[in-house]
């Protein structure tokens, strides 16, 4: 694997491809699909389903180049010990965590709304964490694996921009890695958070990370425009 440039903001970034992990954050379809925690929150899922198929174009360019592939997954244990008083006593009581839908009981682990959605779907080796938090380092083992593995920046990918996606990259970029988030690969319910989530990133120079975009990434290891 070689040495790359991203197209991005607030520049170009190099990529030594051999040291870079892809990161798919909580493309679960408690997020994407209706009847998930997404919807128990009153969201409009269908504003996330465009970084479906753009994931899945990294994701299959990744997997091509070698690249470790990282997905997590935003979950709590069946008995819920895991989830702070304060995240489970929001919301609707009938549509809370916890509670049964029609994916089974919403952001618990092992019920089909907790799964990747299929397009998405990990492959063997690729490791999944599973996170109780909405930051991908937060009680998960994501640093060590990452640095048992030399990495030392992230393509992020996910949902939603300005939650878990943000608080993943500045947990990450805290830790002393170069993100580079994928604008067109992350969504959230609220457009403009998306774009303003995007903009904080890059802004004061890329106070914590760059923003490219799929066909930036694509073009630059020669996959397609
Ligand atoms: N609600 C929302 O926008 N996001 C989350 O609760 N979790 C993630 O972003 N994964």
Redesign the pocket.
Known sequence: MAETTLPAAPGPVGLDLARTALLI??MQRD?LEPGG??AA?G?DVARLAPAVPACRRVLEAARHLGMLVIHTR?GHRADLADAPPAKLGRGAPALRIGAEGPMGRILVRGEPGHDIVPELAPLPGEPVLDKPG?GAFYQTDLELILRNRGIEALLVCG??TE???HTSVREANDRGYRCVVLADCCG??FPEFHEIGLKMIAAQGGIFGWVSDSGGFLAAIGAEG
Do not use: A, P, Q
Request: proline share 0%.
């Open positions: 954050i909580d997020f925690f997404g929150l969201n935003e909405k949902v939603t939650v878990c996606v959230s319910y």
